[in-house]
């Protein structure tokens, strides 16, 4: 009998283990790059903006690579026809699909970051019944009257005067790719409400050429390539210095309860590769685009 209670113990422990990425997506690294098309970083990142605004925090950051080997988008992967054909024009619905020459192949980034927002969205609305509205402005190029699903975002559209305008009461905002992080705190005076969820998403590059941002937006969800690895965080997780291996799975060598500066993250990840691998741990090299 107590053979059989422990068994019993095993099983359900093992059983909630599988389960949980099912539900949040799990609190580790994700997989690279299943992530991308299993939904594992759509719950990661959603999970974490929900846990952040639950803990009160009303400006925050998410940033990680919007498509997978996004460093080489303009010249087209496997990988990226892979995500824009069965994964961003599927899941919004894209009038035509995904089709050389469509909008969504030439602009794949921009419209993968409306697919993120999407999905992100739900944990800014709140109740599925009575949530708060969702606004998703872009500074990238998109059509979005070819996009026939959008979720629980209801308002769309530039960064313009009109935009402005058509600001409501008590909306959620999420922005993609805005620019330097010194017009962030202006965008919220100008297209955000008060005490309301204001994200920062997928901006393409650092004016503060460090991890995450110096304007108080918490880093909700941060996946950043350095040399050789990572730097990831979920909140309200510790940041975490990753490295990345000549197979391409992951080890975590450090977690910090602070924020780290990049340059610290860098060379400790950078060190310890050519410590183990010499020159032998190249992406690039090995194929793992």
């Not at 000549?246 to 990840?269: F, I, M, N, T």
Request: proline share 7%; glycine share 10%.
């Amino acid at each position: 009998m107590r053979s059989l209670s422990l068994l019993l113990v095993l099983l359900h422990v093992a059983i909630t283990r599988a389960f949980i990425p099912l539900i949040d997506g799990g609190k580790n690294f994700p997989q690279l790059y299943d992530g991308y098309f299993n939904e594992q970083i759509c719950k990661q990142a959603s999970t974490a903006v929900s846990r952040a605004i639950s803990a009160g925090k009303r400006n925050i950051q998410v940033e990680f690579p919007p498509v997978p080997n996004v460093e080489e988008v303009k010249f087209g992967t496997p990988l990226n026809l892979k995500f824009g054909k069965t994964t961003v024009a599927r899941d919004l619905k894209i009038k035509g699909g995904y089709k050389p020459g469509s909008n969504v192949s030439r602009n794949l980034v921009a419209y993968s970051n409306v697919y993120w927002g999407k999905r992100v969205a739900s944990a800014l609305r709140g109740s599925p019944v009575g949530g708060k509205p969702v606004g998703f402005l872009t500074a990238e190029p998109v059509d979005f009257s070819e996009i026939g699903n959008l979720g629980d975002i209801s308002r769309v559209g530039s960064l313009t005067q009109k935009a402005r305008a058509e600001g409501r009461p008590n909306e959620s905002i999420i922005v993609a790719n805005p620019g330097g992080e010194e017009t962030w705190p202006r965008l919220v005076s100008a297209y955000g409400e008060p005490n309301c969820p204001f994200v920062i998403m997928n901006n393409s590059y650092s004016t503060s050429y460090d991890v995450g941002n110096k304007k108080g937006f918490e880093e909700a969800y941060y996946l950043k390539r350095i040399s050789r690895g990572f730097v990831f965080r979920a909140f309200p997780g510790p940041w975490q210095a990753v490295l990345e291996k000549p197979d391409g799975s992951v080890e975590v060598l450090k977690e910090y309860k602070d924020k780290p500066r990049l340059r610290e993250v860098a060379e400790l990840v950078r060190e310890e590769s050519y410590k183990r691998y010499a020159i032998g741990n190249d992406r690039w090299m090995s194929g793992r685009m």
